[in-house]
Structure formats: C-alpha cells, structure tokens
C-alpha cells in the first residue's frame, strides 16, 4: 500500500525532466525504484510528483569517456549490467564486484547505478567502490552541468535539485578488489570494503561499519609502500579511533574495526594477485 498521492509524469528528455523537478515541490526521481517505492509504502517519504526518467536512453550504458583514461557510466545502467560489462571488469573490478554483491537477480535487474550512489540513509556496496576508484559523479541541475569526487557526495554535498546522470571512474585495470560481510536479511553491508593499488600507494574505503563510506586516508598512509599482509593491515585499522565505527545490531566498535581490517587485507591480497 502506498500511503501517500502523487502525480506521475514520464518526461521525454532531460531538460524536460529537470524542469519539472525543479518546478514541482516534493517531486522525486523515479528510476529502478528499489528505495523510493518502499520508503513511499512505509510513509518514510513522500512525494507530490514522481519522475519517471527509466526511458532516457541518454543516461544508460557503459563507455570510455572521450577525454581518455576514464569510464563513463550512465546513472540509468543496471547493477545486473554494471556487473557484467566488460570494460567495468577490465578496468574497474571493484566496481563490477560491489554491483554483484547487491541483492538477489531481481534487485540487480531493476536497481540503477545512480540510485544505487543515492539512496539516503542506506549503506549501499556502490558508494565505497567509487570513493575507492576516486570516481567522480555527473550531476546536471538548473544552473547546468557539474562533477563533484564520489566522497563529497556520498557526505550529502549535491547542489540541491541536482540529478546524477554518470559516474566518471578512472581505468585502473585488476589492480583491485571489493569484499563485503553482508547482513542475512537485507544483504546491506554489516561492512564493506573496496581497494584500488596505485603507484602512489593504496587507496582504500570503507561503508557500513562507519557511519557512512569513507576513504580512510590513515589506514593508507600507514601501509603506503606495503605489506599488505593481514597482520599489517589490522595494525593500521588499530591505530584508527575507535569512534570511526559506528555499532549497531548486536556489534561493537571494536568487532567492526576488526571486520573492516579483515575485509581490507582480503581485498588488498586480490588485488596483488591481480597484479601479479
């Protein structure tokens, strides 16, 4: 049951789109639907208008961005596809494993790339795989189009009205890796992962066991130049404060940390053998 009324329009363009967002006070973005319809039948949220923007082809798909070196992918892909498609496994194995992790069949299926970054109040496998990718996310609003790094937006940074209509990730290649304990009932992150191995040193992320995903920059300056070894690993995720980790359902801070630990050196051990 659905507690609220609305108004449904399915626009032909963006720009159409963008319009009515703006134009509409309480309208909401309808894409795959697997956050918004629930959050509609549980009056966790309301809506006057939904915008039903699952036709607009020009926010699908899966393709090296013309500037070079990096991965354009349409908000409008579906985990399912983001999963399997081959230049997302080529360069960016962190992010095809993370949208494999989501779910059942039938949530990959219907579940958006850009609903997967958004969804508010939930720890979604998405966000930590592009904080880790130093991914960048597309927004187009009324004042035009504009970037912001996957980190800002995952701390709640969009300009108001903003639709995300890409995500701009680095080509990497294997040399790199996702891993995720995920709660039984709902398959959301306890906690989740993702790592990128880069000349520069590790770049690592976390969500779920913190309260929302983060690059955790201490654990990576304290393994910058390796082991990675799991005894190093969870040394480095000791010495963060414990007040990172946030507790809940039953588990303590000092499990979580040593769950994110665990889960790091695991994903930091894939992404060397890749790299081997």
């Known amino acids: 049951m659905i507690l609220t009324e609305f108004d449904y329009v399915r626009p032909a363009g963006l720009d159409e789109a ?12 309808l894409a795959g639907g697997q956050s918004l319809l629930p959050d509609l039948r549980a009056g966790a949220d309301r809506a006057r208008l939904l915008v039903d923007i699952r036709r607009l082809d020009e926010l699908r798909g899966v393709r090296p961005d013309p500037g070079g070196g990096h991965l ?10 983001l999963a399997m498609d081959p230049l997302v496994l080529a360069e960016a194995p962190e992010l095809a494993a993370a949208a494999r992790s989501n779910g059942d069949p039938q949530v990959r299926n219907l579940g958006t ?25 597309e927004l187009a609003g009324p004042e035009g189009r504009s970037a912001l790094p996957a980190e800002e937006y995952a701390a709640g940074r969009a300009p108001a009205a903003a639709v995300l209509t890409a995500l701009l990730v680095p080509a990497a290649g ?71 980790f946030v507790p809940g359902r039953g588990t303590s801070a000092e499990y979580l940390g040593h769950l994110a630990g665990v889960l790091t050196a695991r994903a930091l051990q894939r992404a060397e053998q890749a790299l081997a």
């Open 72 to 81: 354009r992918i349409g908000a409008l892909t579906t985990l399912a596809e």
């Open 18 to 29: 963008l319009a009515l967002l703006t134009g509409v006070r309480g309208a909401r973005v």
């Open 113 to 137: 790339v850009g609903g997967n970054l958004a969804a508010a109040g939930r720890a979604t496998d998405l966000p930590v795989a592009a904080i880790a990718a130093d991914a960048v996310v």
């Open 174 to 244: 294997r040399a790199a890796a996702f891993a995720k304990t995920a709660d039984r009932a709902t398959r959301y992150p306890v906690c989740a992962t993702a790592v990128r191995i880069t000349p520069d040193g590790p770049r690592i992320a976390v969500t779920g066991a913190t309260s929302r995903a983060l690059r955790l920059r201490g654990v990576e300056d304290r393994l910058r130049g390796g082991p990675y070894g799991t005894a190093a690993v969870l040394a480095a995720f000791r010495a963060e404060p414990r007040e990172l």
